[in-house]
């Protein structure tokens, strides 16, 4: 009889190839690298220097409101779509029927470096004769 070949299985490689995972994650990395800068959207205000340290959000979003160098005013404008102009009356309102709603709720001020100091300090003023107690002003840190 005719001995027939033996045949064998190759060996097995058990190592995972990572250089495709790789390819992803700088994928990813160059996609958020590029949307990162267009996430910040709102009103251009150059704001002041001041060594203050970060407030936290992770509670509920506060009311910003910030005045650009034009003197115009506009409420919660870091994340909205499209910042809508409003006076101060209506900004007031609004800021008012948000502390029913959220008691808690922090109220900011953005000021662009160049508007006149008084226009801040009336806006907060007007904020707290309608009921807002503590108004905050935001700040770039020096880091």
């Known amino acids: 009889m005719i001995a027939l070949p033996k045949r064998t299985r190759a060996d097995a490689d058990a190592n995972i190839n990572i250089v495709p995972y790789i390819d992803v994650m700088l994928v990813l990395l160059v996609i958020f690298m590029m949307t990162t800068p267009i996430l910040e959207q709102g009103i251009e ?12 959000f992770t509670e509920q979003q506060p009311s910003i409101i910030s005045i650009n160098r034009d003197g115009e005013y506009f409420i919660n404008s870091i994340t909205g779509a499209k910042p809508e102009r409003l006076s101060v009356g209506k900004i007031a309102a609004r800021v008012q029927a948000r502390l029913q709603v959220f008691p808690k709720m922090r109220v900011f001020v953005r000021g662009d470096q160049e508007v006149a100091y008084g226009a ?3 806006l907060m003023a007007f904020l707290q004769k309608n009921g807002v107690e503590k108004v905050g002003i935001v700040t770039e840190s020096d880091e």
Not at 45 to 56: I, Y
């Open 45 to 56: 205000v150059d704001l002041p220097n001041a060594n203050t340290k970060a407030v936290d």
């Open 120 to 122: 801040v300090i009336a």
